[in-house]
Nanobody, 120 residues
Framework: QLQASGGGLVQAGGSLRLSCAAS????????VAWFRQAPGKEREFVAA????????SYDDSVKGRFTISRNNAKNTVYLQMNSLKFEDTAVYYC???????????????WGQGTLVTVSS
């Protein structure tokens, strides 16, 4: 089970750190990704990190502003979001699955979402 947290209300230009914690299983061998879905829009890929933390991928819209990392000892993946923009407002979901699956926009295991609201 994946549990996302850390969402909230922030002003444009501000920062938030999302966390995705695994319970009931260790996900040291899993690739983990963040997705988001804004109101009225389709879900989109944000970032992914492989099982060791040695490989990551980002959507162009967040490159240079967001950083994905993981602490396998804590079974947690993080998404540091800096220089937030109004258009980053969305429900953010963490998910796990094979690398090609998660960077392709899908996943085998999904957590519940956490809402990020960026005020302009």
């Amino acid at each position: 089970q994946l549990q996302a947290s850390g969402g909230g209300l922030v002003q444009a230009g501000g920062s938030l750190r999302l966390s995705c914690a695994a319970s009931g299983r260790t996900f040291n061998n899993y690739n983990v990704a963040w997705f988001r879905q804004a109101p009225g829009k389709e879900r989109e890929f944000v970032a992914a990190i492989n099982w060791s933390g040695g490989r990551s991928s980002y959507d162009d819209s967040v490159k240079g502003r967001f950083t994905i990392s993981r602490n396998n000892a804590k079974n947690t993946v993080y998404l540091q979001m800096n220089s937030l923009k109004f258009e980053d407002t969305a429900v953010y979901y963490c998910a796990a699955g094979p690398w090609g699956t998660v960077v392709g926009g899908q996943a085998d295991h999904w957590g519940q979402g956490t809402l990020v609201t960026v005020s302009s």
